[in-house]
């Protein structure tokens, strides 16, 4: 019987001592590596806008591909783009009386996007202004037209009446 204790406690013993073994010693770099797998890239919900500088090319480039990376039809795109070249000549900075930057927001508007963007009154990187525009298209029922517009035209048309005006 004693025989029979004996060879129970050494099968007992064996995997806690194994287990300690592996929890000494150094933990080196490759050690820590090992247990912590990568972690997955989380990316931002907007897409990044390439630095372009105040170019109206560079700057219509990087509208075209900002909203074509947040889902955009190639048509509401376009309309975006041709939006912005009349309303500001593709310059972020752009200002007329009352009115400000790429699209040109004023009013309650412009408050808005200077807050969304944390400008302080400064003008705003372009893709924040981006984000905000596209914040507005989607969360705002005023631009439900932009939405059923099935051509670059009708959706241009959306945009000179909803973000101009505010409404369809």
Known sequence: MRSVNAGAAIAVSMPVMLLLSACSGEITPERAAAAYPPQPVI?????PVPQVGNAPGGVRTALV???SEAGYKDFQVE???EHAKIESGFRPCAAAPGLRYTYQWGGARLRRLQEFAGSGGSCPPLEKQLAF?????RNEPAYSCF??????SAALAALRRGFGGGSC
């Open 79 to 81: 309309a975006l783009a």
């Open 43 to 47: 990316f931002p919900l907007q897409p």
């Open 147 to 152: 939405w059923n517009a099935t051509t670059r």
């Open 133 to 137: 525009a596209d914040s507005e298209l």
């Open 65 to 67: 591909r900002w909203f």
